[in-house]
């Protein structure tokens, strides 16, 4: 839940949020000014541009992506329901389905002429896939018997993610860093991430403790590298699909 809203339905808003802010600067600088340079008159056109392009990429895209994910869920979900209910498959190859719906959506989201939004339409199929496979039960969730393969195979792919990014930081380390990244990124795992806890639930019963816990060991991790890499490359290109530094 926490990787579909960080790196779907957050980072296109992230993106433009991040090309407004890009403009900004140069268009305080020319409103303080009264006139605009040449340079500044570009640099201008320049920023604004992006946001433009980040805006006009990113709402088609995840419109789109929407439209993908409702029609892979619900049509796979309702087929593996059937499938179930008349005896035509097991659980172990409803596994199968489970596994090959998000990878089928985000797939098709991401080929070059569609160029969508492969997490919100991975996303949104998961959400539709749910309600259409447990629609009449009683229980309305899926047997965990579905879901193993998709937790296995989502575990390995996550602890390959964090050895490649481990290859990459010593690497990093080893030609030489700002110490400054460092203090970002230790204050990014706990004070930036703990005062917005505490904020937000204010007033709420929970405990201060398991506020804390919250905040210092909430959900971060592989989400936060995609959500990070994501709005960056929409920002330079909205058709892009590829991830780089």
Do not use: K
Not at 26 to 51: K, P
């Amino acid at each position: 839940m926490e990787s579909g809203y960080n790196d779907g339905l957050v980072s296109p808003v992230f993106a433009m949020a991040l090309a407004a802010a890009v403009a900004l600067p140069t268009l305080l600088a020319a409103v303080d000014a009264d006139t605009l340079t040449s340079d500044a008159e570009t640099q201008l056109e320049e920023n604004l541009g992006e946001f433009v392009a980040a805006f006009l990429g990113a709402v088609p895209a995840t419109l789109v992506a929407i439209v993908i994910g409702v029609v892979f869920g619900g049509l796979f979900g309702l087929l593996a329901r059937l499938a179930l209910t008349r005896g035509w498959a097991a659980p172990a190859g409803i596994r199968y389905v489970m596994l090959l719906v998000p990878l089928r959506a985000f797939g098709t989201a991401t080929v070059s002429t569609i160029a969508a939004n492969g997490f919100v339409a991975a996303f949104v199929a998961g959400i539709l896939y749910r309600l259409m496979r447990t629609r009449g039960t009683v229980e309305h969730t899926i047997p965990h018997t579905e879901v193993m393969l998709v937790e296995e195979v989502g575990t390995l792919a996550a602890n390959l993610v964090w050895f490649v990014l481990g290859a990459m930081t010593v690497v990093v380390v080893l030609d030489g860093f700002d110490p400054r990244l460092l203090l970002v990124a230790l204050l990014a795992l706990t004070v930036f991430r703990v005062v917005p806890v505490y904020v937000s639930m204010l007033g709420s019963s929970v405990s201060w403790r398991d506020r804390t816990a919250l905040g210092f060991i909430g959900p971060r991790g592989t989400a936060t590298i995609v959500s990070g890499c994501s709005p960056s490359q929409s920002c330079r290109s909205p058709r892009r699909t590829t991830c780089s530094p």
